[in-house]
């Protein structure tokens, strides 16, 4: 009998020991991170980055500004961009700060296509070439966290 009551209790002290693993191994900040889908009314930065080779920098600048600035300027939800570059990795970062991930998804896709071929014409009449140098190396979203 007192060694059925040691093994019982060797059993609970094991399953404790456990659970508190169990317990302590969950990430708190995973837990409590907001998924973007369930936050449409929460600002939406969209991030984009492109091949951008120096000799062509400032003709990749203009562009932005003159086809892509006056066109996000005039959607529902724009509240701004930041654009950086990056001289050793001749990779320009884009950030596009949208009241809300709704208003920036909203935005019929054949109207950002359309004014993207407006950005490859000027690109292409400013260099003289054939196709647009300015490749898209990523995009997408940037989650907002507690």
Known sequence: ?????QNKIKRYIYSLICLLVILFQSNSKIIYALPIENHQSVMAIEQL???VPSKFKEVWLNAENQVWEPWLSDQEG???????WDKNKEEA????????RKLWKNIP??????IQKKFE???TNSLNVSE?????????E???QL
């Open 49 to 51: 980055r492109l091949k």
């Open 1 to 5: 009998m007192k060694f059925s009551i």
């Open 121 to 123: 014409a000027y690109v």
């Open 109 to 114: 896709t054949q109207e950002v296509h359309d």
């Open 78 to 84: 724009f509240l701004g961009r930041k654009i950086f």
């Open 93 to 100: 970062l884009i950030l596009v700060n949208w009241k809300n």
């Open 132 to 140: 647009n140098p300015f490749k898209l190396v990523y995009e997408g």
């Open 142 to 144: 940037l989650e907002r």
